[in-house]
């Protein structure tokens, strides 16, 4: 699978940074911007490697409007 590049909104609610991804409606939290962070792309993978096993995948990014760049070099 090619890297797959999103948007990622991080924001505070009370200790906890709730990280979310609008492109697939995936969210996420860690303790930390850092850790909410990794989390999200963790979600990410997982949400993408389970479309890709189910058929899914060109799908949902071309609904998230992906489109594959032609390889360099």
């Keep these: 699978m090619e890297d797959i ?3 990622s909104f991080i924001w505070k609610e009370g200790n906890v940074y ?7 409606d995936v969210s996420s939290c860690g ?3 850092e850790e909410a962070r990794r989390m999200l ?5 997982l949400f993408t490697e389970v479309a890709e096993e189910q058929g899914t995948l060109q799908t ?6 992906y489109q594959l760049l032609p ?3």
């Design 31 to 33: 303790d930390t911007v």
């Design 60 to 65: 949902i990014l071309d609904e998230a409007g």
């Design 5 to 7: 590049y999103f948007n």
């Design 71 to 73: 390889s360099i070099g």
């Design 18 to 24: 709730v990280s979310y991804c609008p492109q697939f």
């Design 41 to 45: 792309k963790e979600a990410v993978r």
